[in-house]
């Protein structure tokens, strides 16, 4: 129970470094080189966005933050609530893989571009056994403009969540 308490108090501290920006983070990578694959430049993002919470290969931490590898979220059909979730963020509780997270993923809208975040999707859908088709860079930039929001979704509120 004191480690579920720690990690309580703790994650809000873990989120708020998780979701500086790079430029303002002197332990996170710089940004890939123009030229590169979208899942190469995925991967990049990935590793110095988002690995921080759902830890390099994708398991995420138990109780705290979800798992990327095999989620239902991943592996849907259409990339669009990954995207939102992505751009604006979502607080729990939510449910993945059979198991339920109360924690809040911080928006990624203000600090990733349309094109890093087509990017951090795709690697994401692709990586670690996911066959997911890649994210265009038009699906980002158009659900930008049209969602507008200031808190992150829950997941009664995603369009057409388990549809």
Not at 27 to 38: C, D, I, K, R
Not at 54 to 76: C, I, K
Not at 123 to 137: D, F, K
Request: with cysteine; aromatic share 6%.
């Amino acid at each position: 129970m004191k480690l579920n308490r720690w990690l309580t108090l703790l994650s809000p501290l873990v989120l708020l470094a998780c979701s500086k920006a790079p430029e303002s983070n002197p332990y996170m990578a710089s940004a890939p080189a123009e030229g590169v694959s979208q899942v190469k430049k995925g991967e990049a993002v990935y590793q110095r966005i988002c690995a921080a919470c759902h830890q390099l290969n994708g398991q995420g931490v138990p109780a705290v933050f979800p798992p990327l590898v095999g989620s239902e979220f991943v592996a849907a059909t259409d990339p669009a609530n990954l995207v939102r979730i992505t751009l604006f963020g979502l607080q729990g509780p939510v449910t993945v893989k059979g198991a339920v997270y109360q924690g809040i993923m911080p928006p990624q809208a203000p600090l990733l571009k349309d094109e890093e975040i087509a990017a951090v999707l795709t690697y994401v859908r692709q990586a670690w056994g996911h066959t997911g088709s890649a994210v265009n860079p038009e699906l980002v930039r158009s659900l930008r403009a049209s969602d507008q929001r200031d808190t992150p979704w829950t997941i009664n509120e995603l369009p057409n969540h388990g549809k």
